[in-house]
């Protein structure tokens, strides 16, 4: 099949390079690349995840109505052996995230999660949701207790909610990652770690000290992991270790 006049044949080596090339300039990314390029699914995910409400377009978001479909689409893909989420997020709405990192936990193919620049907020519990998790050297994760914004009904019932909602955030990152509910909440709480709040800004050899990621390390590291994984996969369902 040919492309539009002008342009190199839509099937042609030139003919995909220009495709990339064109989406590049429309809409500043290229596209996931097929099952046929790679058995690694790749993610990412940047900027503010956003929720129920749409973020003003000058903020850089990820969309989780976006990110459920692609992730069921990755465990419904034969070819697709294993996925890899890369992290850059300052954090946002707590159901969005938890929604993610659930999908995530749930997937039946190996995982594995890498934060790049900053991992912050509800970004935390999405890090540590894969099967291993790796954080740069130079990365950081803020814990911090959950926040309201906009209109808030100043009565009991509103506490009861946040608190509540700040338990399944606790709950999930401690059942996922090897740090106790009292280290977590301990980082939570800490006064005198941000300026004008409560909370900890925990830096990659620390995070992975606190026992909350596995280990520090970037992509190269993170790949050779997946790839173990799948392998060690592949030799289960092949009928276990032979010799």
């Known amino acids: 099949m040919n492309g539009a006049p ?3 044949p839509v099937g042609t080596e030139e003919g995909k390079k220009a495709t990339v090339a064109e989406a590049i300039q429309q809409l500043g990314q290229t596209a996931v690349p097929g099952s046929a ?5 790749c993610m990412t995910i940047i900027g503010q995840i956003e929720g129920h409400i749409v973020l003003p377009p000058q903020n850089k978001s990820t969309k989780y109505e976006h990110m459920i479909p692609q992730l069921v689409a990755a465990e419904q893909n034969s070819r697709i052996e294993g996925l890899l989420i890369i992290l850059n997020t300052v954090g ?7 929604a993610i990192a659930e999908m995530i936990a749930s997937l039946n193919k190996p995982t594995v999660t890498v ?3 900053g991992g912050h907020s509800i970004g935390v519990p999405i890090a540590v949701a894969a099967d291993y998790s790796y954080i740069a050297e130079s990365a950081t994760m803020t814990i911090h207790p959950i926040r309201m914004s906009g209109l808030v009904i100043g009565v009991p019932q509103t506490f009861e909610y946040m608190e509540k909602m700040q338990e399944r955030v606790v709950r999930f990152v401690t059942s996922h990652s090897k740090i106790t509910e ?4 301990d980082l939570m709480f800490k006064t005198g770690e941000l300026n004008r709040d409560i909370g900890t800004a925990v830096s990659g050899a620390d995070a992975v000290k606190f026992g909350l ?16 994984m799948i392998t060690e996969r592949k030799s289960a369902h092949a009928g276990g270790i032979t010799q």
């Open 92 to 98: 946002g709405d707590v159901e969005a995230g938890l």
């Open 182 to 185: 009292d280290q977590f909440k």
């Open 6 to 8: 002008g342009n190199p």
């Open 37 to 41: 390029d790679s058995n690694i699914f």
């Open 213 to 228: 990621m596995d280990e520090v390390g970037g992509i190269g590291q993170a790949l050779n992991r997946l790839n173990s």
């Open 115 to 117: 934060v790049i620049g």
